[in-house]
């Protein structure tokens, strides 16, 4: 397993545009499969447009502990990039005035940035009612100074999502790296002594689990209860749900598909199970994506494709949130990921 | 033109089988989605089913099919390896059960 981003490794997919290139060539250049537009425009769902803001989802930078094989970000100890005090602020100027009821943080590892916890507490402040906070679990146990994260979590009644690609050790390693299994169990353990997806209690611990290779999630509700009676019954552990979400092909997934002579059937699989059900609720209809260098966009995907908002406000420090809702959404072939079969989405499945 | 009698792109054009004979292509697709959903047994209980009955027949397109069936739905490979062995016992529990009609044909035949 690479212990490197493709950005430290000068993996030719490390460009974005190269990313872009392969996602518009072979299969949909030659017709062979429909591109995205075509393919919405079909249902007349083309251009894909914004209803009511819900959620803003701030990345709070690349840097994380762990480097998972299908990571969309490219995050890992060797991304640098974590937001700063002034993009902070910034977003906390807009978290002021926004419509969006739900703030989303999201990484790399959120809590490697020194200021997260400030951060955290000023947007309290701020009287935000719904905090997510996605967390690798590892985190947890990574350091000292992150031990205490559980209580700071349930001081802020912050719902915590965790990802958790299967109940064996064998399949999460894989993934995820040697040890993240056994280190994400004991994390479990911790947030359930504080309260955590414990039946009864506010504190919510969900779990997103994400296909270890080149095949789609199966049902949501009957992973849900597999890895219910599997973790319960093994390490005494509760959740309350579980997202499971396609991995899209683009960054780290994208390389490993293609290395893998995956890519044009992953592709085909993703087009063969299009739902246009799943389009009317794809999550960059009600969110809002912000970089660590404070730039807009539709999803954390398009992020991380450098696709930035189609708006005349691209930055979070013009932020105006009706010329932004009056935009088109971007796409481009790595959306079919978020609308087969169920659809997907980073609150699961979404049809 | 393929040069082999298996092509692992041909899985993919298996609904075109209804364009020759329309009204039975269509309704062994209908009885086939109806078997596999949720009854007495479960989905996940009959994607294993089908990963050893699809051993047994050697198809290899339903080997692919299932074999990614039950990775969707979160089967282990320890879970599909044994589904498969329960395949290959009733096969060579098959042929070694036919032993007894050799052993009454050899104690009809010697004197």
Sequence with gaps: MNKKSLLARNNDLANTKRQLEVLSNGQFASGELPTFAKKIAATNQFPLRPKKLEILQINMGYMCNQVCAHCHVDAGPDRKEIMTLKTMQECLNVIKKTGAHTLDLTGGAPEMNPNFKWFVEEAAKLGINDFIVRSNLTIIRANKKFHDLPKFFKKHSIHVVSSMPHWTRGKTDKQRGDGVFDKSIKALQELNAVGYGIPGSDLKLDLVYNPSGAFLPGNQKALESDFKKALKEEFNINFNSLFAITNLPISRFLDYLIASENYEDYMYALVEAYNPEAVKNVMCTNTLSISWDGWLYDCDFNQMLNLKVNSSVKHISEYNEELLQNRNISINQHCYGCTAGAGSSCQGVVA | ?111
């Design chain 2, 1 to 111: 033109m393929s040069k082999t009698y298996y092509n692992p792109a041909d899985l993919r054009k298996f609904g075109t089988i209804t364009e020759w004979s329309e009204e039975l292509g269509n309704k062994f697709f209908e009885y086939y989605g109806k078997v596999f959903e949720e009854g007495a047994l479960t989905a996940r209980e009959k994607s294993l089913i089908a990963l050893a009955v699809a051993h047994t027949e050697q198809c290899p397109y339903c080997i692919d099919a299932y074999t990614k069936d039950g990775l969707q739905r979160g089967i282990t490979k320890e879970e599909m390896m044994e589904a498969i062995h329960v395949g290959a016992a009733i096969k060579s529990g098959a042929t070694l059960v036919h032993g007894v009609q050799m052993m009454n044909k050899v104690n009809k035949l010697e004197m």
